[in-house]
């Protein structure tokens, strides 16, 4: 039988960042040197169900990467995408122009990975129009600001909930959801950010807990450890108890590091809210990331994973993995594909590479 190979050859440069605490305020100070991790992945059929895959991977910082080997039956676009942005409300430790970016990047990204795929913008009185909309349950909603806007969530009304419980699919980035509600400015000032805690996260996800900072990196830099931070490349926030993930029928999908994950999937009544604890100030990266957990179908479940595997990177070293899966016969006649999904399981996400191949 002729093999089919595919490769790529992905690059990631990322700016380095290091965050510390100091009087209760978040500091960021970047160093002057920015990582570098570099992946080759080659995947071929080997016979009438298996398929290997060889790739190496080196790093200029210790890395965490995940493997998720995946089946899709069908090449389905992630659905219509809608992004909430309004200028006049505020972001949770980020800008505005980073939330914008992130919208820009990722109609970018969509457009390249997805013939006729694209993105709406929503405001915020368009977002309690949208959540009371049927047709609007079967599209993906992007929430990445870390703020809710008071028209669909304060401490006496909430629209989010019972639209994901009724089938609506959410991406969520930053804080716990529900934790801060904003309320309007005006386009040019944001207004004002106020703090629900977690009465108000309780809410949203009553089964679930929000930890602290699940991942404790050593490989800090001199100004991050004068500073008091740990890890110089990302932004310590609010991870995901696996433990309490589990007891509520999710799924966790990024790295696992102290009880804790940063990349997680909840069952929510019909719906779905997709949880990624990552920040919003590399909204380029960010991007790559939400669009190749959507077009995956990792995002949201709809592809069954067969395999997963995870490695830590050295700085200076080289990992050369060769693995072989056996990959389960196809269940139904649409066309299917063999993917391996591998990424960066940090809090910047920064690094994503999707080898796939046509599958019978």
């Known amino acids: 039988?002729?093999?089919?190979?595919?490769?790529?050859?992905?690059?990631?440069?990322?700016?380095?960042?290091?965050?510390?605490?100091?009087?209760?305020?978040?500091?960021?100070?970047?160093?002057?040197?920015?990582?570098?991790?570099?992946?080759?992945?080659?995947?071929?059929?080997?016979?009438?169900?298996?398929?290997?895959?060889?790739?190496?991977?080196?790093?200029?910082?210790?890395?965490?990467?995940?493997?998720?080997?995946?089946?899709?039956h069908q090449a389905e676009a992630p659905g219509a995408v809608y992004f909430f942005y309004d200028a006049a409300y505020p972001v949770y430790q980020g800008v505005a122009g980073d939330w914008f970016s992130l919208a820009v990047r990722l109609q970018n990204v969509l457009r390249a990975s997805v013939p006729g795929a694209s993105l709406?913008?929503?405001?915020?009185?368009?977002l309690?129009?949208?959540?009371?909309?049927?047709?609007h349950r079967q599209g993906i909603l992007v929430l990445a600001s870390g703020v809710l806007p008071d028209t669909v969530f304060d401490r006496t009304h909430d629209l989010l909930l019972p639209w994901i419980q009724q089938g609506g699919s959410a991406i969520w980035v930053g804080a716990p959801i529900g934790e801060w509600v904003g309320h309007r400015g005006t386009p040019g000032s944001a207004g004002a950010a106020e703090y629900l805690g977690p009465s108000g996260s309780n809410r949203l996800v009553p089964t679930f807990a929000f930890g602290g900072t699940g991942f404790l990196?050593?490989?800090?830099?001199?100004?991050?450890?004068?500073?008091?931070?740990?890890?110089?490349?990302?932004?310590?926030?609010?991870?995901?108890?696996?433990g309490s993930l589990v007891a509520s029928?999710?799924?966790?999908?990024?790295?696992?590091?102290?009880?804790?994950t940063n990349l997680a999937e909840l069952a929510v009544g019909n719906g779905s809210l997709f949880y990624v604890?990552?920040?919003?100030?590399?909204?380029?990266?960010?991007?790559?990331?939400?669009?190749?957990?959507?077009?995956?179908?990792?995002?949201?479940?709809?592809?069954?994973?067969?395999?997963?595997?995870?490695?830590?990177?050295?700085?200076?070293?080289?990992?050369?993995?060769?693995?072989?899966?056996?990959?389960?016969?196809?269940?139904?006649?649409?066309?299917?594909?063999?993917?391996?999904?591998?990424?960066?399981?940090?809090?910047?996400?920064?690094?994503?590479?999707?080898?796939?191949?046509?599958?019978?």
């Open 1 to 72: 039988m002729k093999s089919r190979t595919f490769q790529r050859l992905a690059e990631v440069t990322v700016g380095l960042f290091v965050i510390a605490l100091v009087l209760g305020e978040v500091a960021l100070v970047a160093p002057p040197t920015a990582p570098k991790l570099v992946f080759q992945a080659s995947l071929v059929s080997v016979g009438p169900r298996d398929v290997e895959l060889n790739f190496t991977a080196t790093a200029t910082f210790v890395a965490h990467l995940r493997q998720l080997w995946l089946v899709q």
């Open 120 to 126: 709406q913008l929503v405001d915020a009185p368009g």
């Open 217 to 242: 990196y050593t490989n800090g830099s001199s100004p991050g450890f004068f500073l008091g931070g740990q890890y110089p490349y990302g932004r310590p926030g609010d991870d995901l108890a696996v």
């Open 128 to 135: 309690a129009s949208f959540m009371v909309d049927p047709a």
């Open 277 to 360: 604890g990552v920040p919003l100030a590399v909204p380029n990266l960010l991007g790559n990331l939400l669009v190749e957990l959507m077009v995956t179908g990792v995002a949201f479940g709809t592809v069954p994973i067969v395999a997963t595997a995870e490695w830590t990177l050295r700085p200076g070293s080289t990992l050369a993995e060769f693995r072989s899966e056996v990959i389960p016969p196809p269940t139904a006649n649409a066309p299917s594909r063999v993917c391996v999904y591998t990424f960066q399981s940090d809090y910047l996400a920064t690094f994503g590479d999707l080898t796939c191949l046509p599958w019978r």
């Open 249 to 260: 029928n999710g799924t966790v999908v990024g790295g696992v590091s102290a009880g804790y």
